[in-house]
């Protein structure tokens, strides 16, 4: 359970939260829902006791936590990625350090001999009773369930988190969270990287789970499936809505109390207009200027004490760049591999990738798709094989975990170290246009929601001009208004673009020539048959 008295935070001269009071008890199914930037993340991350260390968000209240909380973030990070992600996810009821010691006596009884291997056994046998006292054979055929419904093959189990996908390792994070027990769920856009199977089992496992959690998602089937309670937070009004209703009776009151707000407002903005003509009238007599003015008080208190009726959110405004000029085939990979330790992720992928061409590439997670881009953008080295930049290449690269964003620097800084020719007044221009104004283009990168750092991100390809695009994942974090900019984007650019993509909308307005299977590598042109695929893969 978390209790939440009074709190308010702001990131500089920006109040995100006023003195919002609210429980998070047993039986509770929470959607946190309001437009990219309103501050969904940053409460997460208070109410997780995660609070930003350099003081960049400051916040007043109190929030006492009872019981174990799971916690998500949008962007998870790990710090050691040598370490198997099946140990990854045993850690959350610590697990992970027996079963370590447990391999290594038995690589000790495989090798030893004597009294040696004898010692050994008997060390095994006693780690062996522990783990058993702990529950571990259970928890370890409970943990390899939860994997397996998240789209973990075994295999991944049995690998470092360094070689495995943002995707993958997304899947082994929230793995590790509801292995965990927690009593409640800190889940922030938990549905990312998931093919559609993964998706509906989380559904019905959240529909199930006894606790309370706070699920924050732009997956609106996800929110109409699982929760019973909405809290909008309102990035005009600083404010949080609670709505203890489920998604759809939420949509609809929340309509109801906007025409209530408005009806309200017109009314006694009316009447403090009538009041304001009289007050005006009476100032001209010196013997009711003082009624006159009790008069204008009277017109101003009417106006002063409504609530705030509901602006349209902004929206960012793409459009991907006019391409530089450049040749017929300004990007081509010749036999490309890669491997990590003992596992080819894919061997001999060649690619020509010609001027103004759209490319899809699909593969399950771990096939090796973001690896691909990587290689093509220049980020990472194949094993074998060589990427040939044509004449006049200009690659633009946009990562799914924003690995391209300098976290230590601010929202100013990473657009102009991307376009240093530009004026001062020219960065902040593109920023304005992509939501970043005022205080909020000062902000660290490190402080920005998931949604914030793909806009960020986004505005970086377009001072770019780049000519050929390779986007993984650019639909991930954003708001549906968002996500529609990024679809017209898509739709109208004239130069090259290589997706990666579980969003069939992407997909579409991108209306490719080809597809790139993988691990295999095999090319093909696209047709309508491999739509279905996209979600899944």
């Known amino acids: ?50 609070a930003d260390s350099d003081g960049v968000i400051q916040y007043t209240g109190d929030i006492v936590r009872s019981g174990e909380v799971g916690y998500l973030p949008q962007d998870p990070r790990t710090g050691d990625l040598e370490v198997l992600a099946q140990d990854r996810v045993l850690s959350a009821r610590g697990l992970d350090d027996i079963v370590r010691r447990l391999r290594k006596v038995e690589q000790v009884m495989a090798t030893a001999e004597g009294e040696k291997q004898q010692q050994a056994m008997e060390r095994y046998a006693r780690l062996d009773a522990e783990f058993a006292a702990q529950g571990g054979w259970a928890a370890e055929s409970e943990a390899a369930r939860l994997t397996s419904n998240l789209g973990l093959p075994t295999r991944v189990l049995d690998q470092p ?7 993958q390792r997304r899947r082994v994070e929230l793995a590790r969270i509801l292995f965990s027990g927690a009593e409640t769920l800190l889940l922030d856009e938990p549905t990312n990287h998931l093919d559609h199977d993964s998706i509906l089992w989380l559904r019905d496992y959240l529909k199930s789970y006894t606790g309370g959690f706070v ?11 699982t929760v019973n309670t909405v809290f909008h937070l309102d990035a005009n009004r600083g404010v949080l809505d609670v709505y203890q209703l489920g998604w759809d009776a939420y949509l ?7 025409r209530r707000r408005k009806r309200e407002r017109a009314n006694a903005e009316k009447k403090a207009s009538v009041l304001m003509v009289q007050a005006n009238k009476m100032r001209a007599k010196a013997t009711k200027a003082v009624a006159a003015q009790n008069m204008a008080r009277r017109a101003e208190r009417l106006v002063a004490g409504l609530e705030e009726t509901r602006r349209a959110d902004k929206v960012a405004h793409l459009r991907f760049p006019d391409p530089a000029p450049c040749g017929k085939t300004p990007l081509t990979a010749e036999g490309l ?11 001999d992928v060649d690619l020509a990738i010609d001027r103004g061409s759209k490319v899809v590439i699909l593969g399950l997670n771990g096939a090796g798709k973001t690896t691909l881009l990587r290689i093509l953008g220049g980020v990472e080295a194949p ?3 060589k990427v040939v930049p044509g004449h006049g290449l200009k690659v633009g690269y946009y990562a799914q975990e924003h690995e391209t964003l300098d976290v230590d620097r601010t929202v100013v ?8 020719d530009m004026t001062d007044t020219q960065v902040r221009s593109v920023l304005g246009s992509f939501l970043f104004s005022g205080d909020d283009a000062d902000k660290p990168a490190k402080v920005l929601s998931g949604g914030e750092k793909t806009r960020l991100a986004l505005a970086v390809l377009v001072v770019s001009s780049a000519n050929v695009l390779l986007l993984d994942e650019p639909t991930n974090n954003l708001d549906p208004a968002s996500r529609e900019e990024i679809l017209g984007a898509l739709r109208t650019f004239t130069g090259a673009v290589v997706l990666v993509t579980h969003d069939e909308g992407a997909v579409r307005a991108l209306d490719p020539e080809r597809v790139l299977l993988l691990p295999d590598g095999d090319e ?3 047709n309508e048959g491999y739509v279905e695929l996209v979600s899944l893969a």
């Open 161 to 167: 988190l360094a070689t495995l996908s943002g995707g």
């Open 524 to 526: 093909d042109l696209w």
């Open 383 to 385: 094993d074998t094989g």
């Open 252 to 258: 609809a009151q929340r309509e109801q109390d906007e």
């Open 337 to 347: 591999s890669k491997t990590y330790g003992s596992l080819e992720v894919f061997t």
């Open 215 to 225: 699920v924050i998602s732009h997956d609106a089937d996800l929110l109409r499936e």
């Open 1 to 50: 359970m978390i209790t939440a008295h009074d709190v308010s935070m702001r990131i500089g001269a920006r109040e995100l939260l006023h003195e919002a009071s609210f429980r998070i008890d047993a039986g509770m199914r929470i959607g946190l829902v309001g437009r990219n930037g309103a501050g969904k993340t940053t409460l997460t991350k208070l109410l997780a006791g995660e």
């Open 413 to 420: 800084e990473n657009l102009r170290s991307a376009a240093p």
